[in-house]
């Protein structure tokens, strides 16, 4: 984060604190309809005009290190593999033989010297250009380089890998524009993935994000564990264009004032873990919470920080993924520091999910005629505005659109 923006946050904050109603002139918001959960063709139209367009993020250069090292992703969309080239160079292919289709990389990761299909042996190299067909005479007029895999396109941020099934999106800096700006100082250091785990979870996506894009139920949900950390109720909330967003809280003074070597220091703050020189000092004091459209958020912190994504895998079917990420420190096992925060974000995980899929049930029962957005969750209406945009106003079915742009004069470019 550069000086600028922590700056300007921990201003606004400390009004958000004082501040005794609601904001001023926030608008009455139409309730979402709940068919935005549980509609076929909505679903449909997420994943063909979201997902299939928009720049998404599947890992981080450290997880291929080294020339044939591969990461496959299995994206909405389909599956995508993510290989080093002998260049050095970072690349994404669809993962599907140029031949019948069959996968060309079933293991999850490794490293390999070329990708080569496990149905009849067609070879690719690590570019995607298709080197070796067993009984190649047999294709009269085959030309190999008519049959390289699908490229995909791929660009970085800061060691972070985006991917985009679209080849007439813009680019990755143009979308990115508003978090650059303000986070380019904080995600430039040298970071490694420490850990990734997956969820199986029986509700739409949207249900599992707009759980982390709010902070009002943690008193509710997280009595004893989050809601002690922080001052839920007064959060600064921030809409970026693009349906990114910001969220800061301030630490309590259970955090502030604990001791070295307290369980809450070792939670928020383990002394063993390495955290990068010049980082703004908000980082000591206020939890920052990052979102990046369409399934991204992050509560970002120096000494490390999860990433989570929801993707859709169903209309009531959620792939949740928890990748963990931190300041690189050299060799060796990673620093007892981790299995503490592992273990405290066990516990907050396990409260949101008990409400998850009862929630879908609700939804689809129709338990209740909508779903009201008091300005707390208004990151949660941004999220939803913005899906109108991509798809289209005009394409979104019947009764199910949102007043996108309600809104609109609280975006931050």
Known sequence: MDAATATDAERRLAAELTRAGGPDGFPALPDVPLGRYTDADFARLEVEEVFGRSWLLVGHGSEIPDAGSYRVIDLPGGSVVVVRGSDGVVRAVRNACRHRGAPVVRDGAGCARRLTCQFHSWSYDLTGGLVAVPCESDFVGLDRSERSLAAVRLEEWNGLLFVNLDPAAPDLAAELAPISRRFDAFMGHRLRLVERRRYDLGCNWKVVMEAFLEVYHLRTVHPETASQFAHSSSPLLVAHPGGHGTMYMAYTDEVLEA????????????????SPEGMPSIFDTTNVLLSLFPNVVSPLNPQGFPVVQAWPKGIDRTDFEVSWYGPDWGDGDRPAGWDTKFGAWDIVLEEDFSNLEPIQRSLE??????????????LIWHLHAELDRRIGPDSVPAGLAVAAQLLDELIEA
């Open 259 to 274: 001791e070295e070597g307290s369980l809450v220091r070792d939670v928020m703050f383990p002394s063993d873990l390495p």
């Open 365 to 378: 029962a129709a338990a209740h005629g909508g779903v009201p957005l008091g300005a707390q969750e208004r």
